[in-house]
């Protein structure tokens, strides 16, 4: 039998769609070939910045991404790409005012659709959120750095549509689990927790997070990992988003 949710909100990455590092163009750097956009990237930041090598711009990227984690985890804030970019600007020592303009903006870009060519969106989760739209308002929470991404991500599979919300963590400012991620969802709704499941893969994050608020939560967990020491567990526990169809969708 069918729950009585009013709403849905999903996760987008891992939950929705699914990254396939595969996907990303072959580069070599520093004599071992790998999956990344930074070849790309190169290709745009040569024009400007000759001098930098692929591998310096390798080493700037892990850099700069090492820097985000960390600031993430102090308090759940976002950094969002720009300011991402920027401190890779720093790593290289480049000034971007002496550089072409918005070339920032046009790596962000670039990484964008690169990364947006790794996605992979299983068909079986199309015919499941084609039945769940007819019984369930919908809304995906995602925490990611640059909303264009996510929206391109969406469009690509063709169901932005699907929801009435698409919430992603740059523009809140906050990622999941801080609260008020999932709160603005559910104020630009007219929800109470209540009303509404939280399905995502991560138990620390988007269970948790959900927890915190007094949603219900489904946990995607397909390897049958073990929750984690001092996490509760979820409201439901399933192998594959399909499996949601014996939850929300009477037989």
Not at 93 to 101: G, H, I, V
Request: glycine share 6%; hydrophobic share 45%.
């Amino acid at each position: 039998m069918s729950r009585p949710y009013r709403a849905v909100l999903f996760d987008l990455f891992d939950t929705l769609v699914r990254f396939d590092r595969e996907r990303l163009p072959l580069v070599r750097v520093n004599g071992r070939e790998i999956r990344s956009s930074v070849g790309r990237l190169h290709e745009v930041l040569a024009a400007s910045a000759p001098q930098v090598t692929l591998e310096a711009l390798h080493g700037a990227l892990g850099e700069s991404w090492k820097e985000a984690e960390r600031l993430r985890a102090i308090d759940h804030r976002e950094v969002a790409a720009p300011e991402r970019f920027a401190y890779l600007f720093r790593c290289l020592s480049l000034d971007p005012d002496a550089c072409a303009p918005g070339l920032i903006t046009t790596l962000i870009e670039t990484h964008r659709a690169e990364l947006a060519k790794a996605v992979a969106f299983p068909p079986h989760h199309r015919t499941l959120l084609d039945d769940l739209r007819q019984r369930y308002r919908m809304a995906v929470v995602s925490n990611f750095d640059y909303t264009p991404t996510a929206l391109a991500i969406l469009g690509a599979a063709g169901i932005v549509e699907h929801f009435e919300t698409i919430v992603v963590s740059d523009t809140v400012g906050w990622r999941k689990p801080a609260p008020l991620i999932f709160q603005q969802t559910l104020d630009h709704m007219g929800l109470v927790p209540g009303d509404t499941l939280f399905v995502g893969d991560r138990i620390d994050i988007d269970v948790a997070g959900a927890q915190a608020m007094g949603m219900d939560s489904a946990w995607i967990n397909p390897d049958a990992e073990p929750i984690p020491p001092g996490l509760r567990p979820p409201t439901y526990e399933v192998r594959d988003l399909a499996d949601l169809r014996g939850i929300l969708i009477a037989s």
